[in-house]
């Protein structure tokens, strides 16, 4: 069952791809996309070296240690999702925004976790899984609103070389 649901979730983000990314902020959204990568791979790196969770059953396991699937795939999608319905907000409105990832996300990770052999939650909760989708997901969105305001300059000093 793991591994049909592993494939499930990795068909699902290989059809998603071509939606996302096009028009006319792709390099934002593969800024977005390679950067929470990096982020989750390196948080997750640690959490699983930690032993706070486990992957039992996860993709080309003898290499590595966490499930790439997640952290490489499926989280980043997300993120680049999330950043595009979120582009134009003002904090509040993200703030309310990052619920609709993070607690669902938080009861979707408590569920598999009793249900699937997945992951095993140690010293883990879904707590720290909303801890860590928020923080992820703000410092992605301030990574977007830094790129804003490197464009905004950028659209300034084109018109003044003009």
Request: positive net charge.
């Amino acid at each position: 069952m793991e591994r049909k649901l592993l494939n499930l979730l990795l068909s699902l983000c290989i059809a998603s791809l071509p939606f996302l990314f096009k028009g006319t902020k792709m390099r934002e959204n593969l800024v977005i996309f390679f950067s929470k990568g990096v982020l989750a791979t390196l948080i997750d790196a640690y959490v699983v070296g930690t032993k706070k969770i486990e992957y039992p059953v996860r993709p080309i396991p003898k290499i590595f240690k966490t499930n790439i699937i997640y952290d490489m795939l499926f989280f980043p999608l997300l993120s680049v999702i999330w950043a595009k319905i979120s582009y134009n907000d003002k904090f509040l409105k993200i703030l309310l925004k990052s619920l609709i990832f993070s607690v669902p996300m938080s009861i979707g990770q408590w569920f598999m976790e009793k249900n699937t052999r997945l992951f095993k939650w140690n010293k883990w909760s879904p707590f720290h899984t909303f801890a860590s989708v928020s923080f992820t997901l703000f410092t992605i969105r301030g990574l977007v609103g830094l790129l804003k305001i490197v464009d905004r300059f950028k659209g300034k000093q084109n018109i003044t070389e003009n």
